[in-house]
């Protein structure tokens, strides 16, 4: 690769290299944090420079961002940068959006896709007016989930019409966010293509699903692709951060497009997992899957930082190994994720499943498993070691589950690359490559992060092909390929697990 320097002339006339810093803000589903990125012309260095709680409140029935205490954070971590910045940018989940009047101030304080009120009833209700879920697919590309924007809307327009008439903007969190600190109205693609509202084959808002739906196209902006220069802060806010020229950059704004940017590939189209709390598959493709079988495998055909397709299926992942984490500690068990690795690892193989879409809520794991595995007459995992073992290889298992429904779209090599904080449980890389049967390769464990930072670089033209940001990330993060092994025995296994699925 041609290595990309960045020059600053020193007094005597002489030219030193410089390190181009860049600000990555990614608000994630219990905490916020600023990470800071040094680039050198070959390698990244990343630094957290500020870490928030982010929880959403419940008023009046309803749960809301705490934008304002959010805001005030953000801004504190700006401050803390003393190095000068090239970029800030910043990426949040998908679906949830504020709304602003025509003066543009905020309409009270946004929504959380954690509402109780956006149940599967509400959507129902909704996709009955528009005529069916195959039309709302049709017109958009994306699985319906009752958390998605198109549904908190028509929620907004039944229940709260005062609001929904004072709005003139809806604007999504990242870019609301970039807003309350540039005044620049726009829509990022990945994260527009989270609400259903927008529709992926023809690249523009869905108007006669809108118009089904009684929302205005009037409330959303021009959608552009991450990488757009927004900007200098607000010059009240730059003050009071001490980043007087600090330009805003548009990132991925949905955190799995910033995850899959710095995903390690070579080629365009490639298989990935973002391996996290919750685990999200899919291909990074060139078209868009349609058909009866993406409909009924809820498979979204979500957007990619640069314009393209990630077809994607949402997971529970981590989830389980961190609540049964906190199990354990309310046993006074006070293990490590490593120690629970280990006892994992001590255990016989195989021996029992659970199905992993039935432990989406909090509760005692310990328990939970085991009573399930009692109640499916299979072994019951009596050590804390067997319970780890038995989540880790079914929540593998789950992965394969999912691949299958994804394989006949895969017409490039099967590997699986795998990014987020889930690469570091090197015994469930493994296991997924011993369920999937397929190399597993891992790459960056703050992917949100360095996807964000990544697509800020290219945008002030740090480097600029696929294979520059692949040689900066390998020389930045390193990799790590998973071989599968026995891979009759996971077979068996699987097809037993399937059962648990009849």
């Not at 029935?61 to 504190?76: R, S, T, V």
């Not at 009270?108 to 009955?128: H, I, T, W």
Request: a negative charge; glycine letters at 8%.
């Amino acid at each position: 690769m041609p290595v990309v320097h960045f020059f600053t002339e020193k007094g005597n006339g002489t030219l030193v290299m410089a390190t181009k810093n860049v600000l990555a803000f990614d608000l994630g589903a219990s905490s916020g944090r600023g990470m800071l990125a040094r680039f050198d012309g070959e390698k990244i260095s990343l630094e957290e420079v500020h870490r928030f709680p982010h929880n959403f409140s419940v008023l009046n029935g309803h749960a809301y961002w705490n934008i304002l205490f959010l805001m005030d954070e953000m801004k504190k971590g700006l401050s803390l940068c003393k190095e000068e910045l090239s970029g800030v940018g910043f990426d949040t989940w998908g679906v949830d959006c504020g709304l602003l009047d025509k003066e543009g101030n905020l309409l009270g304080m946004p929504g959380s896709y954690r509402d109780a009120a956006l149940d599967d009833v509400n959507m129902a209700e909704a996709l009955q007016k528009i005529g069916g879920e195959e039309f709302a697919f049709e017109q958009t590309g994306i699985a319906s989930l009752a958390y998605n924007t198109a549904y908190k809307l028509y929620y907004m327009q039944k229940t709260m019409p005062s609001i929904m008439t004072a709005a003139d903007k809806v604007l999504l969190m990242p870019n609301l966010i970039e807003y309350l600190f540039s005044g620049v109205k726009h829509t990022e693609y990945s994260i527009a293509s989270t609400t259903q509202l927008f529709n992926m084959k023809e690249k523009a808002w869905a108007k006669p699903l809108m118009e089904k739906l009684g929302i205005s196209e009037k409330l959303f902006t021009e959608v552009d692709l991450a990488g757009r220069d927004l900007g200098t802060l607000r010059k009240d806010v730059a003050e009071e951060v001490g980043q007087k020229s600090l330009h805003i950059i548009s990132a991925p704004g949905h955190d799995t497009a910033c995850a899959v940017a710095a995903v390690p590939a070579t080629t365009e189209e490639f298989t990935f997992l973002s391996s996290g709390t919750w685990s999200l598959m899919g291909i990074s493709s060139k078209k868009m899957l349609t058909g009866e079988r993406i409909v009924r495998d809820k498979i979204s055909n979500e957007g990619t930082a640069d314009g393209g397709y990630r077809p994607t299926v949402n997971i529970i992942g981590l989830w389980m190994n961190q609540e049964l984490r906190r199990n354990f500690a309310a046993q006074g068990k006070d293990y490590s994720f490593r120690q629970m690795q280990e006892m994992a690892d001590k255990e016989k193989p195989l021996q029992c499943f659970i199905r992993p879409d039935d432990f989406m809520q909090p509760g005692d794991y310990t328990v939970k498993i085991r009573e399930y595995c009692k109640k499916t007459n299979q072994p019951v995992p009596e050590s804390d070691g067997a319970v780890i073992r038995c989540m880790l290889e079914s929540l593998a298992l789950k992965y394969r589950q999912v691949y299958d429904t994804l394989k006949p779209f895969i017409t490039w090599e099967e590997k699986l690359y795998i990014v987020g904080g889930g690469v570091q449980n090197e015994q469930l890389n493994q296991f997924t490559a011993n369920a999937l049967g397929i190399p597993v390769i891992t790459g960056a464990s703050e992917a949100t992060a360095v996807g964000n930072v990544m697509a800020q670089l290219k945008a002030i033209g740090a480097y600029h092909t696929n294979e520059e940001k692949c040689d900066i990330l390998a020389a930045s993060f390193g990799t790590k390929k998973y071989l599968p092994q026995d891979m009759q025995a996971w077979q068996e296994a699987y097809e037993r697990f399937s059962r648990l699925y009849e």
